[in-house]
């Protein structure tokens, strides 16, 4: 395979010596690897004519904004590299954060170098490698449909004819998805996480799981027990009404607010 690879070439860089061992490691499996540096292009449009008079059937860009934003709009499949300060610095930057947002969503892969850079990047944005993986599996597996966003009207509608709502979130503050399905008079099977335990008491308000196979267990526990339903349908209706009222959440925050409009008459 021919392919471009973008990076910042100036020498004696991190960076350099990063891209030219990349670059032999692609060679050494058979791949044609066109190396340029990023600083020598302003446009993708120049990208563009690159890849055609190069023939290039696919293409590498180390650091997330100066080689993977030259690649976007392109048709020939990319991957990133993060270099590094493209996580530590470039992403404090709003211009550049949503750049390397979109390359991220389009490029086929993402490679951090330590498990911390990862972590960075997570927290930044989206992962769009990760949500291209589920979405390929959704497509592998019978019976599983995956929706994307809706107006909050429809989603109800949606949920109501749902025999259960599952959180999987590995980390939440407050759920609203819990509440709403509570509300909506839902059961709920969720993740035993600090934020979802605060709301769902097992076996009262819904079921908590730890792991899949305890999520499997409850989920077939739910199915085949009625009275079990009931009980949590109406616990959680309940729940909802004595400690996440609309009204009273209104209330408070007016309350709250004139205390500041309090303030600024002393």
């Not at 910042?8 to 058979?30: D, F």
Request: hydrophobic share 45%.
């Amino acid at each position: 395979m021919r392919l471009l690879f973008l990076a910042v070439l100036r020498p004696h860089t991190g960076n350099a010596v990063t891209a030219q061992r990349v670059r032999a490691h692609l060679e050494a499996a058979g791949h044609v690897c066109i190396l340029k540096d990023a600083f020598d292009f302003e446009s993708p449009s120049e990208i563009a004519n690159l890849i055609l008079a190069e023939n290039c059937e696919a293409a590498l860009a180390l650091h997330l904004y100066r080689g993977g934003r030259l690649l976007q709009g392109h048709r020939i499949p990319f991957g990133v590299i993060f270099g590094g300060t493209d996580v530590n610095e470039d992403a404090n930057q709003a211009e550049k954060n949503t750049v390397m947002g979109r390359v991220l969503e389009e490029a086929r892969f993402a490679v951090a170098f330590t498990e911390s850079m990862k972590e960075m990047a997570q927290v930044q944005w989206v992962d769009p490698v990760f949500t291209r993986e589920v979405k390929a599996n959704v497509k592998r597996a019978a019976g599983v449909r995956l929706i994307g966003e809706m107006p909050q009207e429809d989603l109800h509608a949606v949920v109501k004819n749902c025999f259960a709502v599952v959180n999987s979130s590995v980390s939440e503050g407050m759920s609203a998805a819990i509440l709403e399905a509570m509300d909506l008079e839902v059961p709920v099977l969720a993740r035993n996480i600090p934020g979802n335990a605060a709301m769902v008491k097992h076996e009262v308000t819904g079921l908590l799981f730890s792991n899949p196979q305890e999520f499997v267990h409850l989920a077939k526990r739910l199915v085949s027990d009625p009275a079990l339903e009931k009980e949590i349908v109406v616990n959680g209706k309940e729940y909802v009404r004595m400690y996440h009222s609309w009204q009273v959440e209104r209330d408070t925050y007016q309350q709250l607010i004139r205390k500041l409009e309090g303030s600024t008459e002393d």
